[in-house]
């Protein structure tokens, strides 16, 4: 099976586990592989947004001839079967003969493997990639980056409140720092998670939590946290409990289980 690694890396890899270097090195067909895995989701697309989504400053002829030169290198260098058709207009992948990470990624949380999500989500989508030219591509991908992220954060402030549930407050204070490192400016969260420190009777924790991202907050953006979240902090430095228990956050169901929608697309 083709293997394609796109989260923290870019790799591209043979059923032998040979790198297949002569697509790495040319980044228009990384991108058109990269496309056609995450906007097809193991499905087809239609030829004509490929043609605008890579060649839209091309005429149609040229666009046309453009799009199936890297139709034609990427069967040469996948193989048979990898890249499919499905009529004269759509295109799309083989699942059964290529495996992309971010479709395990997204497998994992709809259902529900928090942990095994967390694993395999290594570091931001294809960072660092660029195509010449490719606005409307370059654009699509910093969209999917930043949803994968989220999905990504919001998948360890379940693991986080899991811990709690759990009794292991170490993990559970790591947890919730890899999820501020993902996405640190959504404060909604962060007063969930001290809350339910504090609740778990772990004031001095949550304490600490709300301090590194107020030290965050301060140096990055010279802003202060808002008046809520404030508000929850105080109420739990002076033992008064928690300022926000019930509130439901999207993206975090209090149940635990993953019900984000960005993940499943």
């Known amino acids: 099976m083709i293997t394609l690694r796109l989260l923290g890396r870019i790799s591209l890899t043979d059923p032998t586990g040979r790198e297949i270097s002569s697509l790495l090195s040319q980044p228009k067909r990384m991108a058109v592989l990269a496309f056609l895995a995450l906007q097809g989701k193991a499905g087809y697309l239609r030829r004509d947004l490929l043609m605008a989504r890579f060649w839209a400053e091309s005429d149609l002829f040229h666009a046309r001839n453009a799009l199936n030169q890297a139709l ?38 709809r259902e529900g493997r928090i942990q095994e999500a967390l694993e395999i989500y290594c570091g931001p989508l294809m960072p660092g990639f660029h195509v010449n030219g490719g606005g409307e591509f370059d654009r699509w991908l910093e969209a999917e980056r930043e ?16 811990y709690i549930r759990k009794g292991n407050l170490v993990k559970a204070e790591r947890t919730a720092q890899r999820a501020l490192a993902l996405v640190w400016t959504d404060e909604s969260p962060v007063r969930r998670f001290i809350s339910a420190l504090a609740e778990a009777g772990e004031r001095a924790a949550a304490v600490r939590l709300y301090e590194k991202f107020r030290a965050r907050l301060r140096d990055e953006l010279e802003l202060e946290p808002s008046k809520p979240t404030q508000e929850v902090a105080e109420a739990i430095r002076h033992g008064n409990g928690s300022a926000q228990k019930t509130t439901a956050i999207p993206g975090i169901p209090p149940s635990g289980l993953w019900q984000g929608s960005g993940a499943g697309r």
């Open 72 to 109: 034609h290198i990427l069967r040469a260098e996948l193989g048979d079967g990898v890249v499919r058709t499905r009529g004269k207009n759509e295109v799309g992948l083989d699942p059964d003969l290529l495996d992309c990470d971010v479709w395990t990624f997204r497998a994992a949380l």
């Open 147 to 162: 949803e994968l992220r989220e999905a990504a954060a919001g998948a360890s402030w379940i693991l986080a409140h899991d």
